[in-house]
């Protein structure tokens, strides 16, 4: 009874009494300056308390690097006073679609998007109440553009245009913005996309969730052990001299060679057959991987020894051109690749295959400067992971003269040869 008539008292003294007299009232009625009404019974009500709460909102920014196709992170900094808060993301100018709650400054993770979308983010504070502060609105797109032929890969895991406005799907008749893009400033290219074709992607890479595609370093592996490195710094062995390699399958038709596109699972299998002498057994593989000097991003599959079909397809989508139409007619070529694909397109092969890597800083990259094959017509050799026999393994001479050759062709594993590693993404 005493905490009912303090309160009465406090209504009276603050001011708050009812607009009319009330013969045996029964409620006590609090109306808001927003027109909402809460109404308690006597004997629901205990006694009233009169509190100051500072000010209630929140700080906000959108984690861009962090939104994937169907999320985005905000990070979230409320106000002293703000005990917790609400977001809700709405499309268009439409009903909310997703809702998360929290307490306290953290990431955020708005999740049950739909990739490539705007949304508008509405951030509702609360106080210890329950009662709503300032409200803050910000805007986002949820995911990535998809990655394209020629676009620059980051340290980060993400990536930019690279000019690419349209391409075939076997690599013919693309067509590049001019001028080409620059990078993002500040951030570091470790390599360019070069295959984004979900069938083009190996089924284990796909089931390990690498689902964009492949990438191809800015830069060569080499071995600097090798006995040779002076006069060949660039290139490197695919195994040591004079040995002998059964490991992983033998591609040597064309149909196959095209056909053959799990590189990583060839390089683990290749590295595992040598757990401890990997750096002289099969110099490639350990200097695209544990050697490479470029840190894959976390995200990635890791640096691996690209396959025959990886280079094949990396190849023609980075020359295009009579490349990519001489390989797109030899996908089903049932011969041997190395005795039966061999074409002078008169085009700058070696050139052309560069140029995606031309506004890339210099630091982060590697040029191709030297031959591997000083007779004409010249060329360097690119090597893959594929073994044509024990001793032997498959590779793509790339013109570097006016006769532009592109030719499949099969090298010892102690011959010059140029590999850059890829990695999944």
Known sequence: MKHTILFLLLLCVTGLSAPAQVVDANRVVLHGKDGSVKAFTFEGLDYMDFDKVGEVSVTATVVADAATDHSITVNVVPSADCASY????????????ATA?????????????????????????????????????LTATSGSPAPKIGDYYYSDGTWSDGGLVSIDADGCNAVWAEPKPEPLAGKTVVGIVCVTDPSRIAPEDREAGYTRGY?????????????????????????????EISVT??????????????????????????????????????????????????????????????????IANFCSGKVAEKLSEARTLRYDFTAYFSEKTGEPVLHNFMRVF????????????????????????LRSCNRY?????????????????IEGMAGWFDEEGHARPMLAF
Not at 389 to 405: I, K, P, Q, R, Y
Request: aromatic share 10%; with cysteine.
């Open 389 to 405: 026999d024990t001793e032997s393994a498959v590779h793509f001479n790339l013109g570097t003269d006016s006769a532009g050759l």
């Open 249 to 314: 399958k033998v591609a040597k038709i064309g149909s196959t060679c095209y056909e053959r596109i799990s590189g990583l699972a060839d390089t683990r299998e290749m590295l595992a057959a040598y757990p401890d002498d990997a750096a002289t057994a099969v110099p490639m593989f350990h200097y695209c991987t544990a050697g490479f000097p470029v840190e894959a991003p976390a995200q990635s599959s890791g640096w691996f020894v690209p396959s025959t079909g990886q280079l094949w397809d990396c």
């Open 101 to 137: 709650t929290g307490s306290g400054a953290q990431l955020l993770v708005i999740d049950g998007l739909t990739a490539l979308t705007a949304y508008t983010l509405t951030f509702t504070p609360l106080d210890k109440y329950g009662l709503e502060g300032t409200a803050l609105t």
């Open 358 to 381: 031309e506004k890339v800083p210099a630091a982060d990259k590697d040029d191709i400067t030297r031959n591997d094959a000083e007779r004409a017509p010249t060329s360097i050799a």
């Open 86 to 97: 609400t977001v809700t993301a709405a499309a268009d100018g439409g009903d909310a679609v």
């Open 215 to 243: 990438v191809i370093a800015c830069k060569n592996a080499v071995d600097p052990t090798k006995s040779n490195f002076d006069k060949y710094p660039e290139s490197i062995w695919y195994g040591a001299p004079y040995s």
